[in-house]
């Protein structure tokens, strides 16, 4: 791949990532991207075999930044789950702010059934994982009855409004808020 590739293939995932994440799949046309970047629709897909390989070349891209960043943050606060987790989720909503059930959606109605897998395992490896690593890290501190990747599974889904950018206007709970409920619940413990 020459470097004039390589920088027009940045150009369209840059362009792409901002329709697909405000958008979602199904309403972002290949050829408004195309048009935004300043080549031609053949041209985009000499780059990408479809919207789909293009959708994941995207997920790919911010998944691999939010990965190293995660990875850092939990680095440099895994001795507090709770600021730890503060940290992470605040990175989360302030550098990756998406629909994340429009993309569930997107999963499930609108891509191949191995586009999906093969998000699913992006999604896993670059956003749950450095969760369920921290979550293995304060195993002690958790209950046992459950499976840690089970416990990093429900927080995401605990979190995913709050990083929705159509919701970041009125959020009813600070972040702070929505992990004391997250570890500690709404009862009193007797």
């Not at 990175?91 to 994340?100: D, G, R, S, V």
């Not at 929505?178 to 619940?185: Q, R, T």
Request: no cysteine; hydrophobic share 40%; charged share 20%.
């Amino acid at each position: 791949m020459t470097k004039k590739e390589a920088t027009t293939r940045e150009r369209i995932i840059a362009v792409a990532q901002i329709h697909f994440m405000r958008d979602g799949y199904n309403a972002t046309s290949t050829r408004h991207i195309s048009l935004e970047v300043g080549i031609t629709q053949p041209n985009l897909y000499h780059h990408f075999k479809n919207k789909e390989a293009l959708y994941v070349a995207v997920l790919e891209e911010v998944a691999h930044e939010a990965l190293n960043d995660l990875s850092r943050i939990k680095l440099q606060t895994d001795t507090d789950l709770t600021q730890a987790l503060i940290q992470m989720t605040s990175y989360l909503q302030q550098t990756h702010p998406f629909n994340f059930s429009m993309m569930m959606n997107d999963m499930k109605k609108e891509i191949s059934p191995e586009a999906s897998f093969a998000l699913y395992q992006i999604f896993k490896a670059a956003y749950l994982q450095p969760f369920i690593d921290l979550f293995t890290l304060h195993k002690e501190k958790l209950q046992s009855n459950y499976e840690i990747e089970r416990y990093a599974s429900h927080y995401f889904l605990l979190i995913s409004p709050y990083l929705n950018p159509d919701n970041l206007s009125y959020n009813p709970l600070s972040i702070e808020e929505i992990i004391n409920f997250f570890l500690y619940g709404i009862t009193n413990k007797k």
